[in-house]
């Protein structure tokens, strides 16, 4: 049976493939799903509009992500910690300081974007990644100083 992919399927292809499958697959799995379609010319058009109309909307997706990009690497975080005179910090900075760091700066940065085993312990400036998705990463100065 040869059907043409409607989304990319694990292990099979990619949208806008045709592929050759056992009836029992096609029938029972992929067309009740939605994920593919008999092969005619007409699913042939439909698809080529929705590439086109997804890789306009990625294009905006990524503007946008590159937009949120410069603003964050634009923005240098200081963190007043308290510390021993080794420097060692009482404690650590992890992600959730980062975000309230962000969040005094006035930009709002999820949580799970920043990787979740950052655990600065000592004085100093450490460049934080930030994952924006889509492989999109934004790095910002984190400034470590003493409280007095």
Known sequence: MELLLTTDVTGLGQ????????????????????FATPVTEHARRELTTLREKRTRERAELMAGLDADKAKIEGISLTLVEKASDE??????????????????????????????????????????????????????????????
């Open 87 to 148: 420097g060692h910090l009482f404690g650590s900075v992890n992600p959730r300081s980062v975000v309230e760091a962000f969040a005094k700066a006035g930009v709002t940065v999820p949580e799970k974007a920043i990787d979740p085993d950052l655990h600065i312990k000592e004085l100093g400036i450490y460049d934080v990644p930030i994952s924006l998705g889509h492989g999109v990463v934004a790095s910002v100065k984190v400034w470590v100083v003493e409280e007095i």
């Open 15 to 34: 949208t806008g493939d045709v592929v050759k499958v056992k009836a029992g697959y096609g029938r029972n799995y992929l067309l009740p799903r939605g």
